[in-house]
């Protein structure tokens, strides 16, 4: 079958850093990675103190940007301070936006 997230929202898939802190976390709906209806990142992926190291908004399989205006995908540093954002349409790079890094980081 194709992965879809369950009724009670956990996601489709996910896996976890040998702590159990969530190493990734996908959404899915009808085999396509799918933003859950509460606006929850279709994709999330997690550094192993728990920071999160990159979210993506998708719609129906494409990167979206959410009707909010929120980039459909972010990285961060390890800090938690952005690395890049990119604005998404339909799956297309519609802008993009790099940070340097805090100082101290290569």
């Known amino acids: 079958g194709e992965l879809h997230d369950p009724a009670d929202g956990t996601p489709a898939r996910q896996d976890f850093y040998p702590d159990g802190t969530p ?3 996908l959404h899915y709906a009808n085999g396509k990675r799918h933003d859950p209806d509460d606006g929850t ?3 999330q992926t997690f550094y192993p103190d728990g920071t999160p190291k990159q ?3 998708y719609a129906n399989g494409w990167r979206h940007d959410p009707d909010d205006g929120t980039p459909a995908v972010q990285e961060f540093y390890s800090d938690g301070t952005p690395k890049w954002i990119g604005h998404w349409t339909n799956g297309k790079l519609v802008g993009e936006e790099s940070f340097p890094p805090p100082t101290g980081e290569a």
């Open 41 to 43: 990142p279709a994709l």
């Open 55 to 57: 979210i993506a908004h």
């Open 23 to 25: 190493e990734w976390i």
